[in-house]
């Protein structure tokens, strides 16, 4: 019986050791950056849009998050310093490349310091309060879960109006 008690205890321990420096409890994305999705207003399925720039209006270095190429999705980093965060939008399309037809998105959010573990670290997760955006190419944005965490899923659906009836083309 003693045996079997001190082999119980060294496969036990041994799993423990295994279990214990797998970082499978973290997930890929060790940052809460919210991800959005663009969908076509009338069909409500994913799109492709072609043409786009995106970018943080008053950014450290004004960088771009996309520049010129077409996009299913985007993630759009928050800053933890502040409360509110403004993306811009603008189309390079040929009708439509006028600074006029830009759309803006701006998020008021609370960035909340979050430990997740030993393994994984801290990190920040938002909570949005509050989105206003421009209507120009946008119908309407949703947000499928205002608790952004770096679960690696889309936070955030951008509409666009895709035909001439809906009053732009993409």
């Keep these: 019986m003693g045996k079997i008690i001190s082999i119980l205890t060294v496969i036990v321990t041994a799993l423990a050791i295994v279990s214990g420096c797998s970082n499978s409890a973290c997930l890929e994305n060790k940052s809460a950056l919210p991800l959005a999705g663009f969908y076509d207003m009338s069909t409500r399925r994913s799109i492709s849009v072609d043409s786009l720039q995106i970018g943080g209006v008053d ?64 990190m920040y997760i938002y909570k949005v309060g509050k989105l206003n955006y421009t209507k120009h190419i946008i119908d309407s944005i949703g947000i499928v879960d205002s608790l952004i965490t770096n679960a690696n899923r889309q936070y955030i659906h951008i509409f666009f109006r895709t035909s001439a009836e809906e009053g732009a083309a993409l």
């Design 59 to 122: 950014a450290p270095d004004d960088s771009l998050l996309l520049d010129n190429t077409r996009a299913d999705e985007v993630f759009l980093p928050m800053r933890t310093g502040h409360t509110s965060t403004k993306f811009f939008i603008h189309y390079t399309q040929k009708a439509i490349s006028d600074p006029r037809f830009n759309d803006t998105l701006t998020f008021d959010y609370e960035a909340r310091p979050y430990f997740a573990s030993e393994e994984c670290g801290a």
